[in-house]
């Protein structure tokens, strides 16, 4: 199993449980930044390695009227504000024009569900050098992911992060096989759980508390980790019912650290 290490943060290899956490998208300066810090202080004290993910912009809103996001230009600005914390940021990577830019801040760069079959889009992101995070689509099976790996590896890039976030069952729901996480892992690469975007209702919308199954969030991540993931995807916030994006499936803040203390002990447990 190959390691992909972003500063201080190594993730995959045998190493210890990662977090990977944020808003679902930039709302603003403040939401972000209170968040990163309480973030911080609760992987600090858990001693569980953090990568900042929030995305400058959402490209799959099911309506125009949705926010969407402060754009690339507003949104680096934030996130380079959290990586002077001294925090490895992620974000979506939505289009070609974009790549360089979001190179030159983003930690780890993101290949959305809904593009993960876009070989340009994907051999873009390749070959910045930067770590690649694959989300796999809700239509793709997990052994076809490695028809993902090898575009990015065809252009020298072997730091790829595969994240599981559930397959389409029926018209809205999403189900979480766990059997994925030990196929993906075939390709030789560290595997992410997205605890938070699988317990989405696609087509209901995300603000309203009928667009998700938010109770099913920390039975699904202990699940995932005593399978054997290498990191856990999961978006949060301070105050969840002000979100203005996903919020029918974030985790409130204040549940975080007794959950992460939950998935250490699974993960020391289990972990080679």
Do not use: W
């Not at 699904?220 to 995807?233: H, S, Y």
């Not at 002000?242 to 203390?261: G, H, T």
Request: proline share 6%.
């Amino acid at each position: 199993m190959r390691e992909v290490a972003v500063g201080d943060v190594a993730i995959g290899g045998g190493r210890p449980l990662a977090l990977i956490a944020g808003p679902c998208v930039i709302e603003g300066e403040a939401v972000v930044m209170e968040t990163a810090e309480r973030l911080i202080e609760v992987t600090g004290r858990l001693g569980i390695p953090l990568v900042f993910k929030s995305s400058y912009a959402k490209a799959n809103r099911s309506s125009a009227a949705y926010f969407a996001g402060p754009g690339l230009r507003e949104g680096l600005r934030v996130l380079r504000k959290v990586r002077d914390l001294g925090v490895p940021v992620l974000s979506d990577v939505h289009a070609l024009q974009e790549v360089d830019e979001a190179a030159e801040v983003l930690d780890i760069l993101q290949l959305p569900a809904h593009l993960s079959m876009q070989t340009e889009l994907t051999l873009a992101l390749a070959r910045t050098g930067k770590p690649v995070n694959v989300k796999k689509g809700q239509f793709l099976a997990p052994e076809d992911v490695a028809s993902v790996v090898s575009k990015i590896e065809s252009e020298g890039n072997r730091d790829i992060l595969l994240t599981e976030r559930g397959v389409s069952f029926g018209y809205h729901d999403l189900v979480a096989d766990m059997r994925s996480l030990a196929i993906m892992r075939r390709t030789g690469y560290p595997v992410v759980f997205d605890a938070t975007h699988v317990v989405r209702l696609y087509g209901r919308p995300s603000s309203d508390a009928s667009g998700g199954t938010p109770e099913f969030i920390e039975p699904l991540a202990r699940a995932a980790v005593a399978a054997g993931c290498d990191a856990v995807f999961i978006e949060t916030h301070p105050r969840v019912s002000e979100a203005l994006c996903d919020a029918a499936s974030m985790l409130p803040l204040d549940r975080l650290e007794p959950l992460l203390e939950s998935l250490n002990a699974i993960d020391e447990v289990v972990r080679p």
